[in-house]
Nanobody, 123 residues
Framework: QVQLVESGEGLVRPGGSLRLSCAASGSIISINAMGWYRQAPGKERELIAA???????SYADSVKGRFTVSRDNAKNTMYLQMNNLKPDDTAVYYC?????????????????WGQGTQVTVSS
């Protein structure tokens, strides 16, 4: 069973920083394309950072220059470093990944979501 577990939830003041982690577990062969989304109260979920397999990362204009995505393949973990946070960044943040994994003797592929983690930016 493949799972994505997020951590790093927090309350920060405007201008502060926070790092979210997204750890994948299971019989993982590879984490392919991945992304980070967020959903603010009363709004739709939006893609804020996309890291395609073998490609360069792209960011939503609202976070460009402030947020950075990285990954540690040895730990099957992805990170979202958020700097210069603003009240408008308040939202539930979700990681998403396309993962190739073993299911018994077979190789499978699936799309997985983290459970969501709350980020609140307030003075």
């Amino acid at each position: 069973q493949v799972q994505l577990v997020e951590s790093g939830e927090g309350l920060v003041r405007p201008g502060g920083s926070l790092r979210l982690s997204c750890a994948a577990s299971g019989s993982i062969i590879s984490i392919n394309a991945m992304g980070w989304y967020r959903q603010a109260p009363g709004k739709e979920r939006e893609l804020i950072a996309a890291m395609p397999s073998g490609g360069s990362t792209s960011y939503a204009d609202s976070v460009k220059g402030r947020f950075t995505v990285s990954r540690d393949n040895a730990k099957n973990t992805m990170y979202l470093q958020m700097n210069n946070l603003k009240p408008d960044d308040t939202a539930v943040y979700y990681c998403n990944a396309d993962i190739t994994y073993y299911r018994g003797a077979y190789v499978n592929n699936g799309d997985y979501w983290g459970q969501g983690t709350q980020v609140t930016v307030s003075s």
